[in-house]
């Protein structure tokens, strides 16, 4: 059941927290809903007014690297779209008018600090994803340079996998590859820069690009935020501990206290991470914009 009204419009596709419903041919209408997702399953109960929050990050961050690259944001009325103002009331908080592009079949992620899944990989292998790190790295260490390590993305239900800039080549072409990698970089280093000066440390995030007909390379989906995001309070963080995040690991974290395999459909959540969520998710807004 959505949390907001119907567009009335073809959907297209239901991800785990965005819907994507069809306008035209050359237009979409992505729409964040208040779900969350951990370790790949949909939890039962909403994060009240998370895809508001969502979309105002995304909003923000595409506007401060539109000169860096183009992005997929059109600025047509919305209630013209949709004939309906009530219907365009209700959802313009939580939605984006985009191109009607083509998604690289590849996550940009950038990762600037040990953390999560690379902090475990390092640990094993002494290497992130395939690139060979300093020995003798703590978890939550910075790294000397940020690094790009892509993966695949999965169809619903599945789990992205981590693979080499070698195999990101033969899925999208080198010009392409090189081009992504290196605007992943130059917009991670300048939001990390922001951010830290706003009391969040980027420890590590992804970005989505998709192509037009002739090639053209966009920006699209979110852009740095707590969902796509480790975000860290520069004030809580320590070497050698996971800190606190102002993301959705807090979630994960309650949930790895529970007896529960992982698999859908997931545990309801007592109200007070409820709470400490939503509260989570307005502080990473309270401070970036």
């Known amino acids: 059941m959505n949390d907001y009204k119907d567009p009335g419009l073809r959907r297209l596709r239901q991800g785990k927290v965005r819907d994507i419903y069809e306008v035209d041919d050359q237009r979409l209408l992505i729409v964040a809903s208040d779900r969350l997702s ?7 109960d909403p994060i009240p007014g998370k895809g508001e929050i969502l979309t105002r990050i995304s909003m923000f961050w595409f506007a401060r690297f539109r000169e860096l690259v183009p992005n997929h944001l059109l600025h047509d009325d919305l209630a013209e779209v949709l004939g309906d103002d009530s219907v365009a009331i209700d959802i313009a908080p939580r939605c984006m008018l985009v191109r009607r592009l083509e998604p690289l079949p590849v996550e940009a992620i950038v990762r600037g600090y040990l953390a999560g899944s690379g902090w475990k990989d390092y640990q094993a292998t002494g290497a992130v994803s395939g690139v060979p790190l300093p020995p003798g790295l703590d978890q939550a260490a910075p790294l000397p340079d940020a690094i790009f390590t892509p993966s695949t993305k999965a169809e619903d239900g599945g789990h992205d ?65 707590p969902d796509s995001s480790r975000f860290w309070p520069v ?43 939503v509260e989570r998710y307005r502080e990473a807004e309270r401070r970036l914009l």
């Open 235 to 277: 004030d809580q963080w320590r070497l050698g501990i996971s800190p606190p995040s102002f993301d959705k690991q807090f979630v994960r974290d309650y949930l790895e206290t529970l007896d529960w395999d992982k698999k859908s459909p997931g545990p309801s959540l007592p109200a007070t991470i409820i709470e400490q969520t």
């Open 38 to 44: 951990a370790f790949d399953v949909i939890l039962p």
């Open 161 to 225: 996998e981590n693979i080499g800039f070698d195999r990101m080549r033969e899925l999208v072409g080198d010009d392409v590859a090189v081009q992504v990698r290196d605007l992943s970089l130059a917009i991670y280093q300048r939001a990390a820069a922001y951010a830290r000066s706003r009391g969040i440390i980027i420890a590590d995030t992804k970005f989505e690009f998709g192509q037009d007909s002739e090639g053209k390379l966009y920006l699209i989906d979110e852009v740095l935020t």
